[in-house]
Structures are given as structure tokens and as C-alpha cells.
């Protein structure tokens, strides 16, 4: 069956022709997802300044006729 996962560790490793333990597999980092989205948004800053001012144009133009 076809797996997503990373890639396997190998179990035995040959060092100098000694068999020796692998190392640790690396661990995952699980950010909330507050942490993520702001890790984005502040990587793609010219998407989300866009973005941001879309919406501020989008608001002047809905309070144009306001009184």
C-alpha cells in the first residue's frame, strides 16, 4: 500500500564494517494551526498586503454612500 509517510529509517547501519544502531528519526515540529497560518502569511507578505488591501478597498467602496 502506498504511503505519505517520510522516508523509512534503515534499521542496520555499517560504520568502519561494525554494525552499529541508527540514529533517532527526526521529529516533527506540530504547530497549532494559529502558527502555521501566521508562518504563511508573513512568508507570502506581498500575497497578503494585496490581499489586505483588496479588502480596504472593498470596505471604502461599500462606505461610499454612507452618510
Known sequence: M???DS???A???RNAGQLVAP???PRVDDQGSLTTF???AIGLWPLT???MLMFGL???A???GAP
Open 38 to 40: 501566521l508562518a504563511y
Open 23 to 25: 540514529p533517532p528519526a
Open 58 to 60: 472593498l470596505y471604502m
Open 49 to 51: 498586503a494585496i490581499v
Open 7 to 9: 522516508l523509512p529509517q
Open 11 to 13: 534499521r542496520v547501519v
Open 2 to 4: 502506498l504511503t505519505f
Open 62 to 64: 461599500g462606505m461610499n
